[in-house]
């Protein structure tokens, strides 16, 4: 990646030239949930990349649309409007800031919280018909997100089937947050190169067990694999997206990996627009590597214990690039062959 000198418009906003990751990626895994073995197919996609796209998902395409077009009605309407549903802190419209440390993006978005299966009171949607969009899509949300989790605890081999789901969609105070993010076209970027991209939304894990992402057909979503290259996405309207989460990867003693993912805006003339509904646990729900993974095997925690509260409050303290789980790693084990178990 290499940092250009940029318009001053653009001030804290990172500007990017990433001719390598524009081409789009083949390889992202499509799992048919209806499929036989779709559980191993999940589990070995969150494995390897710690993201796959969800085809046949049972989720009716005008649920989405709906929500989608209430969206960029709400994006297209006054700033002052806007402004109105905000600031972002803790929920509501935001532009270009993102969290409360400095990060900054060229995007323009909606941070609402959920809370059992609808939006929370302190979240109050622009319009009752966008809110009315956001609380039929959320619930169908859930619902994937609750198979998704059944689907990696049978992959695993971890019983009950739901110990997992239970963390985000089975107890009332389980802790969701939806996102809904307007990427306008970047005019500041005309003149210069084409490879040139600009920060949409930097690169990040998501500090949740899992978040489930869709998006209309503009590309700009890249991915992290392992070996630490990045590839582009192809956006694909029919498939919602699952990133693995650090909770899910410390839940699984590192066995399923969260993926560092981020968003370019470019210069084409259409803007990108995405929805995120991402599925965190209670706040006093201990996050540690699960007893049933570890038995029998050589493995250690790799983890210390902590609550999902404990976790949040720190996520919530870093910028949206650091690597958040490092503080809660376990430490080393004082024995001569202890390394040789951390895989
Ligand atoms: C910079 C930040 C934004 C973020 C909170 C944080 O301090 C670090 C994590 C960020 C993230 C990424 C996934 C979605 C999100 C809502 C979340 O739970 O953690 C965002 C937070 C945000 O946008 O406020
Ligand atoms: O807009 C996207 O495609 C992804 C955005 C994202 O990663 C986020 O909002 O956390």
Redesign the pocket.
Known sequence: MVVLAKPAALEQIALLRTPEAWESFSGVPAVDLSGPGAAADVVRACERYGFFSVVNHGVPAGMVDRLEAEAVRFFASSQADKDASGPADPFGYGSKR????G?MGWVEYL?LAIERDALSKASPAPTSALRDAINDYVGAMRGLARTVLEMVAEGLGVSPRGALADMVTGDAASDQ?F?VNHYPPCPLLQGLPPNCSVTGFGE?T???LVSILHSNGTPGLQVALHDGRWVSVPPNRDAFFVNVGDSLQVLTNGRLRSVRHRVVAGNGLKSRVSMIY?GGPPLAQRIAPLPQLLAGTQSLPLYRDFTWGEYKKA??????GDNRLAPFEAPPVATPHADRHRS
Do not use: C, W
């Open positions: 993102i969290g409360r440390n990060d941070l947050v996102r990040h998501d500090p949740q991402f996520a919530y303290r870093s910028r949206l």
